[in-house]
């Protein structure tokens, strides 16, 4: 098989399992509330499970335990958001169980678990709180950053990113994933009454996307793993579909808080 064929033998299952994500994800957004608070525990508790078993894989219980719980405490503290510091907990408890009784990996469960959560947090209050505009402009940034770095980086090539953390991703895919998260700023100026601002705060959240997915390669890297799990035919895991989506809810919510702090924005 030439190299060619090998770069796009995975389009196939990538796009049947996209569209099957996609109606999911777009009845979850649509419906909000209790839906998409039950779609975003699933994932969460999904990417807790990969990544405990990414970083011990001979503790298969531990993380389906730690997965399980990970997805029970985003229900606590989205249901409970006036705990205080028991909303806190139930975020950081699962990692940090997952640190103490984990044999690989501890400082990484502690750290990007954590990450998990509150990200997952983020989304629901993002969806919540803003509107359904705002989760859709986040989710479609994501999305369109990430097909048009798929497609112009495996068409054009050129210089690697950050060729010892993510071999694949090239200097043309990630300004093509820019400018796509752009275009969508200026189509969503309106709906999220960011007016010009949207523009700049996309390529951001693009940017932050693609951290999201550098991050998530370095760990898998140094666990020597090619997936965090094949649960997604094309894609790997849960948490390879949506490494980018907690890169850029956590950068949404630093981005609001600026808005608020230095432009007044509510």
Known sequence: ?????????????RIVTGIVLALIGAAGLWLGGGWFLWLLAVACAAMIWELALMLSPAQRNLALLLGALGGVSIVFDI???DS????VLALAIVPAIGALALLRGRWIMLAYGST??????????????????????LVLIVVASDIAGYFVGRIVGGARFWPRVSPKKT???TVAGWIAAAVLGLWFAGPTELGRLAIPASVLLAFAAQMGDIAESAIKRKMAVKDSSDLLPGHGGVLDRFDGMIGAALALVAILALANRFLGLS
């Open 79 to 81: 249901l409970h958001p």
């Open 171 to 173: 200097w043309s895919g």
């Open 116 to 137: 998990i959560l509150v990200a997952g947090a983020a989304m629901y209050l993002i969806r919540e709180d803003l509107g359904l505009a705002w989760m859709l402009w």
């Open 1 to 13: 098989m030439s190299h060619a064929a090998r770069n796009w033998s995975d389009l196939g299952p």
């Open 84 to 87: 205080g510091p028991g909303a």
